[in-house]
């Protein structure tokens, strides 16, 4: 790392087919959104020649048409994969979302890669959410490193973000996060402000000059000797401290100097293991510039410090029916085992997959099994169908290039997967496989929609189907009690977009209409009521009366239906009649409309006809018995309530207890979550927080996250079912 001299490589990085997984790389970058992800993804691009000038590639194409505005928005909430060629490496560059209600997309970039590398602005720091993406990553031993961007800004002080960065990544060993370089200043600007213009390399004690458009190596001056000093020293006794040599840092506290390759070879050794984290500098190439800076050296640590595919051990597999199932990691003459982590519809090819191979060779043409996922409760259908795959390709821009395989390790673009989903897994048709998903975030923003007209109305389900079949962190819900169509978003943002994928993509125009909560009515005390339906006219009348008496249950009982009538006076087959009236009145609601829920329903006394009773009669009269003991009773309006965890840094703590107090919410516990957080505990009415995946997101500056889950359903306070009871009469 850092003792390369690179030419500029030309059309030569373009990323074609790899042919052994140890000349792979896949390495995701994460950051914030503004940090500058999508820029040094540009860089990287045109540094390695896939790119002529930044955002072209030489077919007059472009990288993901950076350079139109709409595109650019669209990348900044979906993941993308940028291969480019480096030193004989294929490099597979995933750019994901910043915003956080894109996560899902971050985890797919997550899965994907065998590496992340954070992109942090040295004028804005390290927030929440990127905090929590690295600890993502430390618990499953993903190698790490952080590349500071946006060091042109008059703000931007690369020793000081390097000490933030050590402070909020390095745990209990700040010292496993230090820079490989540090950024060399040139000549003030009239504005008083230096530009960097170079890198000096700490373990080479080289200068890295980009001043001219080219990265020129040259020897430090004097002026800069104890600089460069200070920080390798501490470099030095990083890298030496997670050495596998145990002797080595004896030897270099004994005075012995320790040759440039052995430390080189130990930091690659660490960076590979997860377990030092180097800090580097970057910054995009200036107008008619061939190389950015920082981007040599960025590529160096990819191809020699980032592990190959194989050095990561495939996730769990199982057959279809459960079967665990050893496969061999990262073997391309293996068994196929290939993951689809994003789908997208093409408007001239269909749906397009992006897929993951971790065993075995995809080839084009190939019939494969598409086995998955276990997301029923999100809208999507479980698989276990054959496919036949079309052409292979590896994604750049609006262009799809051609390629002949897919190796083990490697990725690529699937055409004509029309029922593969996000999540499934592909194998050989003879050998059906299963992997493990990956945890998906749980959408708990409702947007409930509806069609715009009846045109959109034929094509909504079909939209829908779509869309859910893009993103599985959205959950698609068909309530049964309030008869809404709701999609479960993570966040406004993600809502938006959702709402403009219908809308553009699949020709759906929906209206977005108020989000309503499941609320139910009970009895709370006992009543009596009489049903009489007595009609006659021309042939046959009508006949039945009945008297019940409905008292209250527990929560949770339903609706008991009992049979006290003596002496025949309601005759045995028109018991399950009024039976079947009380029920389904009780389904109307008796009040405002809502379902009667718990409450005992006995049928005491009543009258027959010997020839104008009937079914019907005795189901009517059922119905307005209830009603009249409704109507003499207090019936309670029942709100359900959910029981919410909210896990959120001590410093927020405060704020969200008394958040939720505001949402009629009962604190029942707290407890100490480890890492400086706390995971507060709270029974809360699901109609006060309909919002709260956007509130708390505002209130723990994106710290906090939370789940939901429903408890019961409880009497809701009479000033509110007022209101209620009168908007419903209002409709």
Not at 25 to 53: D, F, I
Not at 393 to 398: H, N
């Amino acid at each position: 790392m850092g003792d390369k001299a690179h030419a500029h490589p030309g059309a030569a990085g373009r990323a074609t087919a790899a042919d052994h997984p140890a000349s792979v790389r896949n390495v995701v970058l994460v950051g914030h959104s503004g940090s500058g992800k999508t820029t040094l993804v540009e860089a990287l691009a045109l540094t390695a020649g896939a790119v002529n000038r930044a955002g072209r590639v030489e077919d007059g194409g472009t990288v993901s048409d950076y350079d139109e505005i709409e595109h650019r928005q669209q990348r900044s909430v979906q993941l993308s994969l940028v291969p480019v060629d480096w030193d004989g490496y294929k490099i597979n560059i995933l750019d994901t979302p910043g915003y956080a209600d894109f996560v899902g997309e971050l985890r797919a970039g997550l899965r994907a890669a065998d590496a992340a590398l954070f992109v942090v602005s040295a004028s804005d720091g390290v927030d929440g959410s990127t905090r929590m993406v690295w600890e993502e990553c430390a618990a499953v031993g993903m190698p790490r490193a952080i590349v500071v961007t946006h060091l042109e800004s008059a703000r931007a002080d690369f020793e000081e973000m390097t000490r933030i960065c050590a402070e909020a990544f390095g745990g209990d060993d700040p010292d496993a996060v230090l820079p490989l370089y540090l950024p060399l200043r040139g000549p003030e600007a009239p504005d008083g402000h230096a530009p960097v213009t170079g890198l000096i390399g700490l373990l080479t004690q080289r200068l890295f000059d980009y001043a001219s458009g080219e990265r020129r190596e040259a020897e430090p001056g004097p002026e800069l000797r104890q600089l460069i000093e200070d920080a390798r020293n501490r470099l030095i006794e990083g890298i030496i401290a997670e050495s596998e040599d145990e002797t080595l840092m004896d030897r270099y506290l004994g005075g012995e100097e320790i040759d440039l390759k052995t430390l080189v070879q130990d930091l690659e050794r660490a960076v590979a293991r997860g377990t030092f984290f180097p800090v580097l500098a970057a910054a995009p190439a200036a107008e008619g510039a061939r190389q950015g800076l920082g981007t040599v050296e960025l590529l160096e640590l990819v191809t020699g410090g980032f592990p190959t595919p194989l050095e990561r051990p495939a996730p769990s597999v199982t057959t279809p029916d459960g079967t665990a199932r050893a496969v061999e990691a990262c073997d391309p003459d293996g068994p196929l085992l290939a993951e689809v982590v994003k789908t997208a519809s093409d408007p001239y090819v269909g749906r397009v997959s992006l897929v993951r191979v971790f065993s075995g060779t995809l080839r084009p043409d190939a019939t494969v099994h598409v086995s998955g996922h276990g997301l029923n409760d999100r809208g999507h259908e479980d698989h276990d169908v054959d496919e036949r795959i079309g052409t292979l390709s590896a994604p750049f821009g609006k262009q799809q290039r051609a390629l002949t395989h897919c190796i083990a390790g490697d990725l690529a673009s699937v055409a004509k997967l029309n029922r593969a989903e996000t999540g499934d897994t592909l194998s050989a048709k003879d050998d059906p496989l299963l992997m493990e998903p990956w945890r998906m975030p749980d959408p708990l923003l409702p947007l409930a929609i509806e069609a715009h007209s009846k045109a959109d109305e034929d094509k909504l389900s079909q939209g829908l189907g779509r869309l859910v079949a893009e993103d599985p962190t959205m959950r698609l819900e068909q309530n049964p009690a309030t008869h809404q169509v709701v999609l479960w978003c993570l966040g406004e943002a993600h809502a938006d977009v959702a709402l403009e994928r219908l809308r553009n993509r699949y020709g759906v125009q929906v209206d977005v209409v108020p989000h309503k909560v499941s609320l139910r009515e009970t009895f709370a005390g006992t009543s009596s009521g009489r049903g009489r339906h007595v009609k006659q006219s021309g042939g046959h009348g009508q006949f039945a009366i009945c008297e019940i008496e409905v008292e209250p249950l527990p929560n949770g009982s339903g609706i008991e239906f009992v049979d006290k009538v003596v002496g025949g006076a309601v005759p045995r087959q028109f018991i399950p009649s009024v039976e079947k009236g009380v029920r389904a009145q009780a389904a109307r609601g008796v009040a405002a409309g809502y379902p009667l829920i718990d409450v005992r329903v006995t049928l005491r006394d009543g009258k027959a006809h010997s020839v104008d009773s009937s079914d019907a009669a005795f189901q009517t009269a059922g119905a307005l018995a209830l009603r009249e003991a409704a109507a003499d009773a207090r019936i309670h309006l029942l709100e359900p309530v959910a029981e919410v965890s909210v896990l959120v840094g001590d410093d927020y703590v405060g704020a969200v207890m008394s958040d939720l107090s505001g949402r009629r919410g009962r604190v029942v516990g707290t407890e100490q979550a480890g890492g400086g957080r706390t995971l507060v505990r709270a029974e809360v009415p699901e109609i006060e927080i309909g919002r709260y995946a956007v509130d708390l997101r505002s209130i723990s500056h994106g710290t906090a996250r939370f789940d939901r889950h429903y408890a019961r359903h409880e009497p809701m306070p009479q000033q509110i079912a007022e209101r209620i009871r009168e908007r419903t009469a209002d409709s």
